[in-house]
């Protein structure tokens, strides 16, 4: 069977439902999302909860979804035993501002330093590990939480993760790989869980980020004959090898989520703890990552709950990362916060049924302010982008700047072997003339892709007169809701995000700004004004 972009799907795997489960749910339609408190606080305990973010994995990466250069059991085992969704969407295509909209259910753009990759987390926004704490929730992490960035510089006490849990070490395959021992971590934190307290832990694997050890992927049995290039990769040797390191690293996350989810089981807390499955933003390559293209925005997702959800489903529905942190309190018991942008996803979860379930679910909005700090032409494009069933529409605020950076192609992981990029630049006046320009070259101010037809973006139909409707009602549409949620870029002071701070040691590998952890006046909106100034002016 083939999905709606012509992907290879295997589904088979999701008949194996757990028969007690759909026993107990019968359920033909969504539950009221009203009822969903009411149904468990008076039968069951409240549940554990277990986020596994991997770090920068594209949909559709998973053998979940019939994608067989990849080898992934454990996230199988948590789609076959729950829901795998097909239209699971990241918010910003960035490490920080996409982790921070999980933890807050709000967009990067509400989100003020935290939107932006590598600031700050104003202590301002609450998160849901600090509401479920307050509630009797053992919180904790092991890996990468909310990060890059300085949440102490904002008077916080702990990462808006949790505690971190991190100490415990191994032998990694390669030396590229953490030492991370993620699943033993994962055991200390369940030992300091007070009897009876339900837990909430944050597994942020560091895989598959680069840097890879070039020939990993080969070495562990992987060919690169089998590997399917992206029509946005020139197809040779490296590409394939690259490739290849990338699908190794994602499996070694995989075997990870495997240990930590047999602790559970063995725990006998399986049943009861709700997981979720995901990755941050897409895979660690040119045209992916760092763009709102559908390679960079698309995400695996799977959810397991024994104890509420029925398995062996595939759901459709376009969801967002903003959807998370709202589940966990509904699932908690708890109200979802009202500045929270996103919504549960449990009335769909706890459906007994598969494909399209909720029509109110018609698109997702995305966002990109600078993945560096720097001068005005170092930062690259501002975007927001909205994506339906069919379409992808991206508005970019300053197209007369290099996308990437300039000199072109300069940022893209600068500090990071990288290479398929390096391989794009090195040929960009050959072989690889094609690639570099829908890489790297500049962009209109509008892009519209018809997903069902061109899945990886490479037909831009927003100069074609016959799509001049749909595009002008995706822009509106677009642009209403950000001037709803008071979205700076709409509200004229748009700039603002680039005059955050930056911390960390890619400042010093730009050119441009390098005053590390300061504010960049000149990107102030306004006159030079001081900062309570700018405190009060960009609520």
């Given amino acids: 069977m083939r999905d709606e972009n012509g992907m ?20 033909s339609n969504l539950v009221p999302s009203s009822l969903l408190a009411q149904q468990g606080e008076q039968t069951r305990r409240k549940p554990n909860i277990l986020l596994a973010v991997s770090d920068d994995q594209s949909w559709p990466h998973a053998s979940a979804y019939g994608f067989d250069q990849v080898r992934t059991p454990a996230f199988d085992r948590i789609a076959g035993n729950g829901v795998l969704f097909t239209n699971a969407f990241c918010t910003a295509s960035q490490c920080g501002p996409s982790r921070a909209t999980l933890l807050t259910g709000r967009n990067p753009w509400q989100l003020k330093e935290a939107g932006t990759q590598a600031s700050l987390f104003p202590a301002e926004f609450t998160v849901y590990t600090e509401i479920l704490e307050k509630q009797g929730y053992h919180v904790g992490y092991t890996g990468k939480p909310w990060a890059p960035g300085n949440w ?16 415990r070490r191994l ?21 300091d869980c007070p009897k009876g307290a339900p837990f909430c832990f944050w597994f942020g694997c560091h ?23 992206p029509p946005f990769y020139p197809d040779n040797e490296t590409v394939r090898s690259d490739l290849l390191d990338y699908y190794f690293e994602i499996e070694w996350f995989d075997r990870q989520l495997g240990k930590i989810v047999d602790l559970i089981e063995r725990a006998g807390e399986l049943d009861n703890t709700l997981i979720v499955v995901t990755s941050d933003n897409g895979m660690p390559f040119p045209r992916t990552k760092a763009t709102l293209y559908e390679d960079g925005i698309r995400m695996p997702f799977a959810v397991q709950w024994p104890a509420r959800i029925p398995g062996s489903r595939s759901i459709d529905d376009l969801i967002s990362f903003i959807d998370v942190a709202p589940t966990f309190l509904e699932a908690a018991g708890l109200e979802p916060r009202p500045e929270m942008a996103g919504r549960s996803l449990l009335p769909i979860l706890v ?27 170092n930062v690259g494009y501002p975007i927001r982008a909205i994506r339906t069933k069919q379409y992808l529409y991206l508005r970019n605020f300053k197209p007369q700047r290099w996308p ?24 960009k ?9 829908i890489t790297y070259a500049k962009r209109s101010e509008e892009e519209l892709y018809d997903i069902q037809k061109d899945p990886h973006c490479l037909n831009n139909l927003a100069d074609h007169s016959e799509f001049t409707k749909t595009k002008n009602q995706l822009w509106r549409l677009l642009r209403d809701r950000l001037a709803e949620q008071r979205d700076p870029r709409m509200l004229g002071y748009g700039d603002i995000f680039e005059s955050y701070p930056v911390f960390g040691g890619i400042q010093k ?15 102030w909106p306004w006159d030079r004004g001081s900062l309570p100034i700018l405190e009060m002016n960009r609520d």
């Fill in 152 to 167: 102490r510089a904002s008077g916080r006490k702990n990462n808006p993760a949790g505690k971190p849990y991190n100490t």
């Fill in 207 to 229: 895989e598959p980020h680069r840097n890879y050890e070039p020939g990993s992927g080969r070495r562990s049995g992987k060919k690169p004959q089998d590997v399917s290039v």
């Fill in 351 to 377: 459906s007994n049924r598969s494909g399209t379930l909720d029509p109110e679910r018609r698109f997702v909005l995305m966002g990109k302010e600078r993945h560096n700090h720097a001068r005005a032409e």
């Fill in 404 to 427: 990437m950076g300039d000199p072109p192609g300069y940022f893209c992981h600068t500090k990071m072997i990288n290479p398929t990029k390096s391989h794009i630049l090195e040929h």
């Fill in 429 to 437: 006046d050959d072989s690889a003339r094609y690639h570099y320009r």
């Fill in 509 to 523: 590998t730009i050119p441009g700004f390098k005053d590390i952890g300061k504010y960049n006046p000149a990107f």
């Fill in 171 to 191: 032998k990694p395959p390669t030396p590229e790989i953490s030492s991370n021992d993620y699943a033993a971590n994962f055991e200390d934190f369940i030992k």
């Fill in 8 to 27: 290879s799907c295997r589904r088979d795997f999701l008949k194996r439902a757990t028969a007690g489960v759909m026993g107990m749910y019968g359920i």
